[in-house]
């Protein structure tokens, strides 16, 4: 079983970054695509960003092309999220989670307890 556990996010005024870290126990993460999605006071769910197992292709959402990036060190067991240029609207709680089954399959199987990001105006 692998557990996620998240850190690094606080408050940050708008145009400032944040990077998000996503440590993970269990062996097999090294093989498991992992993403980042973020959620906001009344709203739902959304994806971020993802990763597959080897690092060598990535997928964002829309609203955080050219902002964010996410990496992930296999050594270390750890996914993060760099985040520049942070609007008041990626204020949320953000989520690492991880795939057992692939970069594209849109299934994330395990997921962390979240860290708060919030971004001032």
């Known amino acids: 079983q692998v557990q996620l556990v998240e850190s690094g996010g606080g408050l940050v005024q708008a145009g400032g970054s944040l990077r998000l870290s996503c440590a993970a126990s269990?062996?097999?993460?090294?093989?498991?695509?992992m993403g980042w999605f973020r959620q906001a006071p009344g709203k739902e769910r959304e994806f971020v960003a993802a990763?597959?197992?080897?690092?060598?292709?990535?997928v964002y959402a829309d609203s955080v092309k050219g902002r964010f990036t996410i990496s992930r060190d296999n050594a270390k067991n750890t996914v993060y999220l760099q985040m520049n240029s942070l609007k008041p609207e990626d204020t949320a709680v953000y989520y690492c989670?991880?795939?057992?089954?692939?970069?594209?399959?849109?299934?994330?199987?395990?997921w962390g307890q979240g860290t708060q990001v919030t971004v001032s105006s």
């Open positions: 269990g062996r097999t993460f090294s093989s498991n695509a």
């Open positions: 989670a991880g795939s057992r089954v692939g970069l594209y399959s849109g299934r994330f199987d395990y």
């Open positions: 990763i597959s197992w080897s690092g060598g292709s990535t």
